[in-house]
């Protein structure tokens, strides 16, 4: 028995999703223009799609499990689960309007011509607000329709915010923060289960090492204690003396959204030869 997941074949998350796959200790062969492979060290097959298709394959059961940004798996509507966040492929769908127009709140947004890709979330948004618009779908390039005079605004994809910037648009209303998701089969059996299992097991501890640091700093005694309840640790931190008498050594593991708040606090609490080291796995 094979897991068989499916992952972009090309765009912005096919080499995030075969990363995390590597990370997560699977070979797989990625040759270019397969359709499918397998991985050597772990039962799993992989297809490569298009990414609009993998809710659907999933929910079929073609595939058992599969990677996607949230924003397709809200948009499509497709009975799947949502297993986990994988960390990567962020970005907004927003509503933008020309940077010329004064804007006070959704309410502006009624009755105008709103170009999207995504008209099914874009509806439910209107909804919410007790809007009524007029929603042109479209497949790409929405950034044009304003400037083309399609419509009015738009609701579209946004990282940066340059390609809003370069048409003349500018982001009035955030209607989803999206990232990439596993997504499962509803009726997988137990062995599928299981197998998801064991891989979700190594996909959380890949994303947690990514979140945290190795830290090492030398500390001078007399204000160990004060070091050591800045730091966290994952019990508590490894405090080893140095050779040099009066010094110790203290290791421990940060957050990142903490880390330099925390780096600032350990110096001026007396701590030297501060090191920051990456974590590759993560188990606790
Ligand atoms: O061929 P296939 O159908 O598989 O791919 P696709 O062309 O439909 O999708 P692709 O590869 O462009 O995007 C796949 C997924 O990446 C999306 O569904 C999102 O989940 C995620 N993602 C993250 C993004 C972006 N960031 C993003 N910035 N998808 C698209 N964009 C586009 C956006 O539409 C706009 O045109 O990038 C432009 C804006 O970027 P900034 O940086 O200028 O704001
Ligand atoms: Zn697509």
């Not at 949230?70 to 960390?87: C, Y």
């Not at 607000?129 to 390039?141: P, Q």
């Not at 299992?197 to 030398?218: D, G, H, P, T």
Request: proline content about 4%.
């Amino acid at each position: 028995m094979k897991l068989r997941i499916a992952i972009q074949k090309s765009g912005r998350l096919h080499e995030d999703s075969i990363k995390l796959l590597k990370e997560c200790g699977i070979d797989i062969n990625n040759g270019v223009n397969k359709l499918k492979t397998e991985a050597s060290n772990f039962p799993l097959e992989v297809f490569f799609l298009r990414d609009d298709d993998i809710p659907q394959y999933v929910e079929d059961g073609v595939a058992d499990i599969g990677m996607v940004g949230e924003n397709v798996v809200l948009e499509k509507n497709r009975s799947v689960k949502v297993a986990t966040k994988l960390g990567f492929g962020k970005c907004r769908l927003s509503l933008a309007v020309p940077r010329s127009v004064e804007y006070n709140g959704v309410k502006d947004m009624d009755k105008l011509r709103i170009a999207t890709s995504y008209p099914v979330i874009l509806e439910n948004f209107l909804k919410e607000n007790g809007i009524t618009a007029d929603i042109h779908e479209i497949s790409g390039s929405v950034e044009i329709a304003p400037g083309i005079g399609l419509a009015d605004a738009i609701c579209d994809l946004v990282s940066s915010g340059s390609t809003l910037f370069m048409n003349g648009l500018k982001e009035v209303e955030v209607i989803l923060k999206s990232e990439s998701v596993l997504i499962t089969n509803n009726s997988l059996n137990a062995e599928q289960q299981q197998l998801l299992e064991k891989l979700l097991f190594r996909i959380q501890a890949v994303k947690k090492a990514k979140n945290n640091k190795y830290v090492l700093l030398n500390a001078p005694n007399d204000n160990l204690q004060k070091i050591i309840s800045l730091l966290p640790g994952m019990k508590s931190p490894t405090v080893l003396p140095l050779a040099e008498a009066g010094w110790s050594s203290v290791h421990s593991v940060l957050n990142e959204n903490d880390f330099w708040d925390i780096i600032e606090s350990l110096k001026a609490a007396g701590a030297q030869g501060i090191l920051v080291v990456p974590i590759e796995k993560m188990i606790i």
